[in-house]
């Protein structure tokens, strides 16, 4: 609900004869309204499970890894959410093997949430698939769109950073701290600043040599 940069693929909200429930429209990237029963109950047996999430010890591993897996809509192997952790429906997150979530992290998943394998969040990464309508009025009665965010493997967004509706972050990349991603992200690319942009390409130099082959 905090986007405002992203503003392509959707119609607009104009009343029409259109049948489809209020998750049809929101799934479809097209404009509808959050104040909706269906959606309403929806967000509330999320809201639980992030209560009981965000209430269990760390050391209770396997309580945390189930509940997490009830919340998402997919789960790979080795995933690890830090608290606090938030979002809005849970099953709009596919996240792939080895995912690190660390605390503070906010998905706002009207739209789909796809995490490739290998993906690091550091504090206090946001990404945010909602928009709501420009115009005061239609913004008021609670019109708004979603559009879907994918982030490739090998991911590593630093603390602070934001990712807002319909972006792509290519795989090998780096988003550094306080980046708020307006745009694509091509591979093996560091992006940063306000709004995002591309610092250098990440190339054999980087290597350290920490890691055998």
């Known amino acids: ?76 192997e080795n995933c690890w959410v830090e608290s606090t952790f938030n979002c809005d429906y849970g099953y709009n997150i596919s996240v792939g093997d080895n995912f690190y979530a660390n605390t503070g992290c906010c998905i706002l998943d009207c739209a789909r949430v796809t995490i490739g394998d290998n993906v690091w969040f550091g504090p206090n990464v946001g990404i945010y698939t909602p928009e709501h309508a420009f115009d005061a009025a239609e913004r008021t009665a609670g019109w708004e769109h979603s559009l879907p965010v994918t982030i490739g493997d090998n991911v590593w967004l630093c603390g602070g950073s934001t990712i807002v509706a319909g972006v792509t972050i290519g795989s090998n990349s780096v988003v550094a701290a306080g980046a708020v991603v307006t745009k694509d992200v091509p591979e093996s690319v560091i992006v940063a600043g306000v709004p995002a942009r591309v610092i250098r390409p990440i190339t054999e130099a980087d290597k350290l040599g920490l890691v055998k082959r």
């Open 1 to 76: 609900m905090d986007n405002t940069q992203n503003t392509a693929q959707s119609s607009s909200p104009t009343e029409t004869t259109d049948t489809r429930s209020m998750k049809e429209l929101m799934l479809a990237s097209e404009y509808y309204t959050s104040d909706d029963p269906e959606l309403n109950a929806e967000r509330e047996h999320a809201k639980d499970l992030l209560f009981d999430l965000n209430m269990t010890r760390p050391t209770l591993r396997a309580e945390r890894e189930r509940i997490i897996r009830e919340l998402f809509g997919h789960v790979g």
